[in-house]
């Protein structure tokens, strides 16, 4: 029943941005911890931001200072803004949801939405 649909991936020049969205449905989404990841080709999926109900974030240092997490409980939907990509941030992003705690702990996943940066 827990749905999660990413949305805004595609491929930019490096120093690029994007916005990703992820649209939440079946989840007390306002009470949720909200996270996304990614997973580049042959490697492992990393975390890439976190989002809890009250608005603390967390960020991995590869992307701290260059991506903002952010979410609006009244649409449902979290949304990452990358900023200054490089192409060592090519993958495929996901969406996730846990209970409202840290660190995260995935129980919901979107289905992913590519990002390619490249020159």
């Known amino acids: 029943q827990v749905q999660l649909v990413e949305s805004g991936g595609g491929l930019v020049q490096p120093g690029g941005s994007l916005r990703l969205s992820c649209r939440a449905s079946g989840i007390m989404f306002r009470f949720a911890t909200m996270g996304w990841y990614r997973q580049a080709p042959g490697k492992e999926r990393e975390l890439v931001a976190t989002?809890?109900?009250?608005?603390?974030?967390n960020y991995a240092d590869s992307v701290k200072g260059r991506f903002t997490i952010s979410r609006d409980n009244a649409k449902n939907t979290v949304y990452l803004q990358m900023n200054s990509l490089k192409p060592e941030d090519t993958a495929v992003y996901y969406c996730?949801?846990?209970?409202?705690?840290?660190?995260?702990?995935?129980?919901?996943w979107g289905q992913g939405t590519q990002v390619t940066v490249s020159s």
């Open positions: 989002i809890t109900s009250s608005g603390s974030t």
């Open positions: 996730a949801a846990g209970r409202d705690s840290l660190p995260l702990r995935p129980t919901s």
